[in-house]
């Protein structure tokens, strides 16, 4: 009987181990985050403001470039007025990354929004955005901050 558990035991360990020799993680939070980023930017892309803005805690605050601090996601939403045809926003992560805790993580990239002027002439805006995601009491995830700046 002894033998049986002990050799159970060290199926079990070996079966969590790497070929490395390491022990066997769990996913990384990066990738959590990677994965809400991506729903985020779908969402977006498929529900325009609305889309973004309920990715949004309720508490939320966005810190515009050049702009004042938005807090509340009713008010960021409300800010960032009408998705008009044409315009897109996409961005691309560069790092995710999460706290030893589980519960707060942040991601940085870049990003690209078009929209058009008042001839009807496509813009383009490009800049840096940093998120800070916080895992809410009933366990999804939300922005919890947001801010982007123009510039490369």
């Known amino acids: ?35 809400l980023e991506s729903d985020f930017e779908k969402a977006t892309a498929a529900r325009g403001w609305d889309g973004f803005a309920e990715f949004f805690a309720d508490d ?11 807090n509340g996601k009713q008010a960021i939403r409300e800010n960032l007025g009408q998705w008009a045809p044409g315009m897109s ?3 691309k992560p560069v ?6 805790s589980g519960d707060l993580g942040y991601t940085y990239g870049t990003f ?11 813009v383009t805006h490009s800049g840096k955005y940093a998120t800070i995601w916080k895992k ?16 490369q």
């Open 136 to 151: 809410q009491k009933d366990g999804s995830w939300k922005v919890a901050m947001d801010m982007g700046n123009a510039g």
């Open 60 to 70: 939320a605050a966005d810190l515009q470039n050049g702009g004042p601090i938005v």
């Open 89 to 91: 926003l996409t961005w």
């Open 1 to 35: 009987m002894k033998i049986a558990l002990l050799v159970i035991g060290v199926f079990m360990l070996t079966a969590t181990m790497t070929l490395a020799g390491k022990p066997a993680s769990p996913p990384a939070g990066s990738d959590v985050l990677l994965k």
């Open 112 to 122: 690209v929004f078009q929209t058009k002027d008042k001839e009807g002439k496509p």
């Open 95 to 100: 790092k995710a990354e999460m706290a030893a």
